[in-house]
């Protein structure tokens, strides 16, 4: 069955670009159909959405990240990637990927712990 | 922007059942999807588009929506159901959380 892993830094300093990748296993990206989402959880808060791709390359992003976002995806690779410039404490949090199917994100990924920090 | 509203919290004795609302303007005409996340682990789909469970979820999970409020009902509660429960609807493009209801079953 499809799956989903996160992988990336886990320590990002203030100001800098964080950069994580979502690789998918089991299935392909570029068979289309789906929404693959990126969405994050401060510690002891909730879950905050980020932004989903399309296979095709198509993005959109929560209107108060977007300016900070950015989303790609590498078919050939079958890989997701998020990267966002100008981190704060505030972007300290676990951070997932997930599948939309039909709406609702029946496959996520573990999740990623990333801390910002000097 | 839309926003989902969730009690906090909301305890159950083990064997009865519980109910985890959340309300939105007009939610009534959105597919509410609801997910459990146990501590340290991600979370998972529980309910979507309303009333439907996704293989393996028990039957004793389920949901109903109506006009400003959606509700996670879960019968026959067990220690094991003990979760954070979040809601979760499509919005003008974008996906919308509620805040999370923390189930205690005591």
């Known amino acids: 069955q499809v799956q989903l892993q996160e992988s990336g830094p886990g320590l990002v300093k203030p100001s800098q670009t964080l950069s994580l990748t979502c690789t998918v296993s089991?299935?392909?990206?570029?068979?289309?159909?789906?929404?693959w989402n990126w969405i994050r959880q401060n510690p002891g808060k909730g879950l905050e959405w980020i932004g989903y791709?399309?296979?095709?390359?198509?993005?959109y992003s929560d209107p108060s990240l977007n300016s900070r976002v950015a989303m790609s995806v590498d078919t050939s690779k079958n890989q997701l990637s998020l990267k966002l410039n100008s981190v704060t404490a505030a972007d300290t949090a676990v951070y997932y990927c997930?599948?939309?199917?039909?709406?609702?994100?029946?496959?996520w990924g573990q999740g990623t712990m990333v801390t910002v920090s000097s | 922007s839309y926003e989902l509203t969730q009690p906090l919290s909301v305890s159950v004795a083990p064997g009865q059942t519980a109910s985890v609302t959340c309300g939105g303007k007009?939610?009534?005409?959105?597919?509410v999807h609801w997910y459990q996340q146990k501590p340290g682990q991600a979370p998972v789909l529980v309910i979507y588009?309303?009333?439907n469970r996704p293989s393996g979820i028990p039957e004793r999970f389920s949901g109903s929506n109506s006009e400003n409020t959606a509700t996670l009902t879960i019968s026959r509660a067990r220690a094991g159901d003990e979760a954070d429960y979040y809601c979760?609807?499509?919005?003008?493009?974008?996906?919308?959380f509620g805040g999370g209801t923390k189930l205690t079953v005591l």
């Open positions: 089991g299935g392909s990206i570029s068979s289309g159909g789906y929404y």
């Open positions: 997930a599948r939309v199917n039909s709406g609702a994100m029946d496959i």
């Open positions: 007009n939610i009534g005409g959105k597919n």
């Open positions: 979760q609807v499509w919005d003008s493009n974008s996906v919308i």
């Open positions: 588009r309303g009333n």
């Open positions: 791709i399309y296979h095709t390359g198509s993005t």
